[in-house]
């Protein structure tokens, strides 16, 4: 999911340290990730290749050696050249690629559900500022990412990267954004865990993308249209959060998307561009989006929650707008894809008159999502020479596009990353010869093989167990947390040897950072930015003061009970969807 450090990322107005000017070393096949050495697999059920003729194999075999797809035929076909002894695991349901997540904030994923949502919003520098969002959020963020134990190690860092990383393995998910973490010594990291990173693959077929961009060039489109144009991956970066009613075409959320105009027909949008959220956008803004060959991110479950409304999907496809999927967080999304997915599909039925249709739900989490990452050749379909990252669902019946969207988190039989099986039935586990921890999901037994050998040596030595219960601890005494937090650590005036690098959770969303996950830029002139205020009039509290026990945020809503009756209960939200999702789990 995110990675021990293979190159610095510089903060503004610092240099690498010597010893942070060379990668950590470590130890990795050329090229890859976790590539396998393991022996070839053979996985028979229902395949939905989702390629470009969306062909449904209804009972076929995906051939996989070394983590690669080698080929996908029907069950009565030879079985290629050195796959004669293999014996087809039968899965008794159907394979999917696994979802691929564009926008999510994992480090937040252990807060439960803000409910409910005190107020509706109009964008994205309100909701920052209102009282519950520091006691809920953004504190309980900081003392999380800031705490030390007694011997000064960051002790709650890895358990949070093992907690979040499960969370989207029990939804399906096998790629996502990542944990990044600043240090005192002006150096960057990620974490690396089991999920795909998005942002960082060390892996030549799956480029990199950029969901952070230095604020020189976030606060000048002139610059940051250079910044797209010399890269060639995706910039996955939030545009317009928030909403743009009819009688205020010039709200601040527009704003931040008109600011991207550098001359009247240039603008800092091209194919490398995703714009994750684009709630605020006009249908002539989607034109333009569509015609410089920008993308998007479409989080609708975030966006009804905190605005009420989310974006104008119909008016994005009109335009041709390529659209992914993102469930944002958990404090006001989805716990997964596989969430978002069904909250997509009963906005699309019930506001949008059935627009979208179950396969092209599906495809936003794969296929689409793929392309937009510029990794479609290696991900996002079932097919030879593609990478071995698939879902599979219980049962062959009915549609099966419907079936993933109406798919419950019990329903989910195997999760495989790079043909490695990560989670799955014990029987599934079993017989692909997966050993693991074991965990319940709304009562049934399932198998979590966690092991691998370029993972952070941190986060690999975390069971979910263990951090499960380090994070409802800590959860539970966050004021002391808090204290300890701000309690100055005495130093020693003698000691010339120079201070330890010390980690802590890079919180854009709290903090400046020396990078924005936004375009910055000015619209009426050189003080008017349209990003949020970074700093509250609130946040002078200690936060001591303030904080109280939270739980820890459930890993799937099959074993949370509190969840659909919140969503129930959530003002912004349109009645078919906050009464709907219930028949959905």
């Not at 449904?56 to 996908?72: K, P, W």
């Not at 317009?240 to 550098?262: C, K, M, N, W, Y």
């Not at 978002?340 to 092209?360: I, Q, T």
């Amino acid at each position: 999911m995110t990675g021990i450090p293979r190159r610095w990322y510089p903060l503004a107005g610092t240099e690498p340290p010597p010893a942070a000017r060379a990668p950590v070393p470590v130890a990795r096949e050329a090229g890859r990730i976790d590539l396998p050495t393991g022996p070839k697999v053979a996985l028979a059920g229902r395949v939905v290749t989702m390629d470009d003729a969306f062909a449904v194999r209804t009972n076929a075999v995906v051939y996989i050696d070394r983590g690669v797809i080698v080929a996908v035929q029907d069950h009565t076909q030879p079985a290629p050249d050195g796959f004669e002894g293999v014996i087809p695991v039968a899965t008794r349901g159907t394979l999917y690629p696994g979802l691929i997540e564009l926008h999510n904030h994992l480090a937040y994923n252990a807060l439960p559900l803000w409910a409910p949502v005190p107020r509706r919003f109009q964008h994205r520098g309100q909701w920052p500022d209102h009282s519950d969002y520091r006691r809920l959020i953004s504190g309980p963020m900081t003392v999380v990412g800031s705490y030390r134990d007694a011997e000064g190690k960051a002790a709650l860092l890895a358990p949070l990267v093992r907690y979040v990383e499960c969370k989207c393995l029990l939804g399906g998910v096998t790629t996502s954004q990542g944990i990044m973490l600043n240090s005192n010594a002006g150096i960057r990291r990620y974490y690396r865990g089991m999920l795909r990173n998005v942002e960082d693959t060390d892996d030549p077929e799956l480029p990199e993308a950029q969901a952070r961009i230095p604020d020189i060039d976030a606060r000048d489109a002139a610059w940051f249209l250079a910044r797209l144009d010399k890269e060639d991956s995706c910039f996955l970066l939030h545009v317009s959060e928030g909403v743009t009613a009819p009688d205020t075409p010039d709200s601040i959320a527009r704003r931040h998307f008109l600011a991207l105009q550098v001359a009247p027909d240039r603008w800092a949008i091209n194919d490398r561009l995703a714009a994750i959220h684009a709630a605020g956008l006009q249908a002539e803004d989607f034109e333009v989006l569509g015609r410089h060959g920008g993308a998007m991110v479409w989080s609708p479950f975030s966006n009804l929650l905190l605005y009420g409304a989310t974006a104008d999907v119909k008016a994005a496809r009109q335009a041709g707008v390529r659209i992914g999927l993102g469930s944002d967080w958990s404090p006001s999304g989805s716990k997964n894809l596989l969430g978002e997915l069904k909250v997509a599909w009963l906005y699309s039925a019930h506001m949008l008159d059935g627009l979208f249709s179950a396969r092209d739900l599906v495809a936003m989490a794969t296929r689409e999502a793929a392309a937009i990452l510029k990794w479609d050749k290696a991900l996002g379909t079932l097919e030879p020479g593609k990478r071995a990252d698939l879902l599979v669902i219980d049962g062959t019946a009915g549609d099966p596009y419907e079936a993933l969207v109406k798919a419950k988190e019990t329903s989910i039989r195997l999760v495989m990353i790079n043909g490695l099986a990560c989670y799955g039935t014990p029987a599934m586990m079993s017989a692909l010869g997966a050993e693991g921890e074991t965990l319940r999901v709304g009562g049934r037994l399932r198998c979590l093989n966690l092991a691998q050998h370029t993972a952070d040596p941190d986060v690999a030595a975390v069971s979910l167990k263990q951090a499960r219960r380090t994070l409802r601890a800590a959860f539970r005494n966050l004021p002391a947390l808090a204290r300890e937090v701000e309690a100055p650590r005495p130093r020693n005036a003698l000691r010339s040897a120079p201070e330890p690098v010390v980690w802590s959770l890079a919180l854009d969303e709290i903090e400046a950072t020396g990078t924005d996950l936004r375009p910055r830029l000015p619209f009426s002139g050189p003080d008017d930015f349209t990003g949020p205020d970074r700093m509250s009039p609130r946040a002078a509290a200690p936060l001591s003061t303030i904080l109280q026990s939270i739980a820890l945020d459930p890993l799937t809503v099959a074993d949370d009970p509190k969840f659909l009756a919140d969503i129930a209960n959530q003002p912004n939200v349109p009645e078919a969807v906050r009464t709907g999702l219930a028949a959905l789990y």
